[in-house]
Nanobody, 124 residues
Framework: QVQLVESGGALVQAGGSLRLSCAAS????????MGWFRQAPGKEREFVAA????????KYADSVKGRFTISRDNAKNTGYLEMNSLKPEDTAVYLC?????????????????WGQGTQVTVSS
């Protein structure tokens, strides 16, 4: 079993930056790929970024490429999502997820564990 706890969500103005954190516990974190997804009211859950267990491979949604950076610190069992140049359309609940495999995936069904989410609101 893996427990994931997100933090760092906030209200920020357009053009601003935030860093989200995802603290993991319960199993060997370095063997698990980690992903960030987001869900806005009335919309489906959307892939944002993913990182492999070692951190060597990353994948991003086109909508955030060049603005967001995913990273991880396996020594601290923590993943991060650095978000820059935020836009109002980035407003959503951001959830981190982990899967029992090292490889990245943009499909939420491949993730076994989910956090509760943290709210990011970007004002115009």
């Amino acid at each position: 079993q893996v427990q994931l706890v997100e933090s760092g969500g906030a209200l920020v103005q357009a053009g601003g930056s935030l860093r989200l954190s995802c603290a993991a516990s319960g199993r060997t974190f370095s063997s698990s790929a980690m992903g960030w997804f987001r869900q806005a009211p009335g919309k489906e859950r959307e892939f944002v970024a993913a990182i492999s267990g070692s951190g060597a491979m990353t994948k991003y949604a086109d909508s955030v490429k060049g603005r967001f950076t995913i990273s991880r610190d396996n020594a601290k069992n923590t993943g991060y999502l650095e978000m820059n140049s935020l836009k109002p359309e980035d407003t959503a609940v951001y959830l981190c997820a982990a899967r029992g495999h090292w490889a990245v995936s943009d499909y939420p069904g491949r993730y076994d564990y989910w956090g509760q989410g943290t709210q990011v609101t970007v004002s115009s």
